[in-house]
């Protein structure tokens, strides 16, 4: 048996093995999925054709070029960098993280159709300071793009990523001893970061013959002195108010707002929801990811960070809502910046 075959079969076998897996498929615990809407479909098509709003950016939004932060030493032990969309470089107590890598200019299967990116990547891939693992939370377009994994095989870095998404990092070049697949609950320490898989309520899929059959999940990851959560893509579920138990608190919680509606509430959280999960996973200081970057959802591009806004002020808790590309530690920032504002005009 040759080792592309032997691995396809270890991966089938934990597959088999997860509590998440049956009948050939990955599932939600509650059954959750995208077909679960409120209501018909109907009115979410017409909003899609018919609805008029601001869906896209009237101006070119400001991108920060953090190569001069990155540069200079990290007090806190923790400094963050928004490079839109979910894709945010973390650097714990001196390791450096990058989550959810999306570099190329869609989010799309193909390079000439699909969503194009609001605004150009704050710095390229090459440009990145040395990464010591790349976190990947499911295999959608918008989270995992072939060719950023493609040019980050070159570089050798491991990728940590739930379990079955393996196969396709490894069709993309990248080296099968540097990938590390993880069910929920489970650990491993890479580059001297400790990533622990937790539960989400999501589902997977690149085409219509492979949903669900690899794995989502939410994330825990650890240094020394530092304790950061990643939701990847969710909707809200109790399992939030477990997560803060075994593992909070945390120095960062980010948690996605963008891409939502109220049809796909058990997909995806939007403002609203991300509040709560984020009081259920025990508070702290709170970055909003997954929005500003591409037209994914049928609400205003900027609601998201406008709402998130608004109802954090009502109930009191902490966002940062830094511009893209600005590195910052998240202890000494103060109040959030709407500098969205700029560029929507009034509403």
Known sequence: MNDSRRRKGLRLERARASAQFK????ENPSGAGPSMTKGSTLPVLGEF???RGRREPPAPL???RPHESWARQCDTGLRVTWLGHSTVLLEL???RVLTDPVFGERASPVSFAGPLRFHPVPAALDELPPLDAVLLSHDHFDHLC???IEALARTRVPIVTPLGVGALLEALGVDPARITELDWH????IGGVRFTATPSQHFSGRGPTS???TLWASWVIESERRKVFFSGDTGLFPGFEDIGKQHGPFDLVMLEVGAYHPAWGTIHLGPENALTAFEMLGGGTLLPVHWGTFNLGLHDWDEPAETLLSLATERGARVVTPRIGAAFE???VGAPTPWWRAVAGPR
């Open 23 to 26: 009948d050939g498929k990955f």
């Open 49 to 51: 054709f018919f609805r």
């Open 62 to 64: 400001p991108v920060v």
């Open 93 to 95: 107590d001196g390791r």
């Open 146 to 148: 072939a060719p950023t």
């Open 186 to 189: 489970e650990r491993a320490e």
């Open 211 to 213: 949903r669900n059959a």
């Open 330 to 332: 998240p202890e000494r």
